[in-house]
């Protein structure tokens, strides 16, 4: 419904809004939605690889028969669309999100005021006490100190984002594999963040 309201407003086909005004102003010159055709060509973009039943890995673009035996995304296969949904399953390398970041931090993708907002805490979170909802991503306090982001995962890849505004680090996990032990990687990021100044 979101995309529905960008387009409605702006005129402009929702992928397209998002590249001129998030990607490109933000300086993500990696990033974008690409249909599969561009995903099979273009060697610049990633594959995906999904985990199967008998221990080995197929190439999800490839593939499009198979799907992903990790229980939390079972059967997903990320190239069966032509792109991806509005909202979900764009491309982005990690230098872009770290700029993407920054744009966030310095105004150049949405003045200081709004970003705040963007990314300020708006509800108590399911864990309940430091954790919190911001609109579309989870804000905690860790330590005393914030730390706001978005992650997720689909058959043959996981992505995670976090920013932690109080110390200037950004943390960018990216994987196109799906079983990668991404919940101890942001732990030890964590570590790592939470324990400098």
């Known amino acids: 419904m979101a995309g529905q309201i960008v387009e409605a407003v702006t005129g402009m086909r929702y992928w397209d809004y998002v590249h001129e005004h998030v990607f490109r102003r933000s300086g993500m010159n990696g990033s974008g939605f690409y249909t599969r055709p561009q995903w099979l ?16 890995r197929v190439d999800a673009v490839r593939n499009l028969d198979k799907g992903s035996v990790n229980p939390q995304i079972a059967g997903k296969n990320p190239a069966r669309g032509f792109i991806g949904y ?12 770290i700029r993407f970041a920054h744009a966030l931090r310095d105004g150049t993708v949405l ?7 963007f990314t300020g805490a708006k509800l108590p979170g399911r864990g309940g006490g430091d954790s919190f909802m911001a609109y579309t991503m989870p804000a905690k306090i860790i330590n005393g100190r914030w730390q706001i982001g978005r992650g997720g995962g689909t058959g043959g890849s996981a992505a995670n984002w976090n920013i932690y ?3 200037d680090w950004v943390g960018v996990v990216l994987s196109n594999y799906d079983d990668v032990p991404l919940q101890e990687i942001l732990q030890l990021e964590r570590q790592a963040i939470m324990g400098r100044s």
Request: overall charge negative; charged content about 25%; hydrophobic content about 30%.
């Open 41 to 56: 060509t273009d060697e610049h973009i990633a594959h995906s690889y999904m985990l199967q039943a008998d221990g080995s």
């Open 111 to 117: 003045d200081r005021p709004h970003a705040d907002l």
């Open 165 to 167: 505004p109080d110390s």
């Open 86 to 97: 509005v909202g979900d399953d764009g491309f982005a390398t990690a230098p872009d999100l």
